[in-house]
């Protein structure tokens, strides 16, 4: 079957298991281009696994994930390689920069893997670094920012090729309070003001405030979804 034409994901019926333990047991979502959903859900509800098959990192034992016209599902491993590689990007719990690199060449990496120049590269990557707030730390290496700084860095990194979409998972988790709400809106506003289609998996309750939707995950299911306010964050 194939998807709407308005949702640029779309998973039909997902089940997923490790290892033959079952983590998701039949999930349905689709998700608009450009639009910030976030999936939120207790421990173990499969808000990972869930991203996994998305993004292509995890095929689903049963059902179906497609990307715009591309079934993900049926792709063979090359193909969601390159899929993940030119068209998502990825942030996950824990910055994993290069310490031997600078902070721009780590936001750069994406770009120069492809075969992009260097001075465009680097020009590019400096313009992520400073629209995300942490252009006097491009050259510094990791060790020398605080850990905020350093998921800033994986920020730019994962945007810095303009993805279609953003993938974060749990990218608040080892923030503090006044640092998880700087990320979460550091992500947001990429998102919106780049049209790059962002999907958040989080225990952060903020995360509802600035996102258009929510799905809400429980013991590999849905539980529900909401379809609040959107909430712009200029506003
Ligand atoms: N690599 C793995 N091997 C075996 N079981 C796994 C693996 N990854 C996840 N699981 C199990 O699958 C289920 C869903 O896990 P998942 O990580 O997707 O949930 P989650 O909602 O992201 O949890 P958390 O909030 O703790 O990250 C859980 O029961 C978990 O223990």
């Known amino acids: ?60 034992g049963r059902g179906e994930v497609w990307f715009n016209s591309m079934p993900v599902h049926t792709l063979t491993p090359t193909s969601r390689e390159r899929l993940r590689r030119d068209r998502f990007g990825w942030v996950g ?7 031997e690199l600078t902070a721009w060449e780590n936001a750069a990496l994406p770009l120069l893997l492809a075969g992009c120049g260097h001075r465009k590269a680097r020009r590019t990557a400096l313009e992520w670094l400073e629209r995300l707030d942490i252009g006097d730390c491009a050259r510094k290496r990791p060790t020398a920012l605080l850990q905020a700084q350093r998921q800033r860095i994986a ?50 309750t903020q995360v509802s405030t600035l996102a258009d939707r929510t799905v809400a995950l429980v013991d590999g299911r849905e539980s529900g979804a909401t379809n609040p306010a959107a909430c712009s964050l200029s506003a």
């Not at 089940?15 to 689709?30: C, I, K, R, T, W």
């Not at 700087?182 to 919106?192: C, F, W």
């Open 93 to 99: 719990d824990t910055p994993q920069l290069v310490a």
């Open 1 to 60: 079957m194939a998807p709407p034409d308005n949702d640029v994901l779309w998973a039909r019926d997902v089940h997923y298991a490790h290892h033959g333990s079952p983590a998701l047991l039949g999930v349905s979502l689709g998700v608009r281009q450009g639009e910030i959903l976030a999936v939120t859900g207790p421990r173990g509800s499969g808000k990972s696994t869930l991203l996994g098959c998305l993004s292509g990192q995890l095929v689903p």
């Open 155 to 204: 920020i730019a990194r994962a945007l810095v090729h303009q993805p279609d979409v953003l993938f974060a998972d749990e990218p608040t988790a080892p923030l503090h309070r006044a640092d998880r709400a700087q990320v979460l809106r550091t992500l947001t506003t990429a998102g919106r003001s780049h049209s790059i289609t962002v999907v958040i998996a989080t225990h952060d």
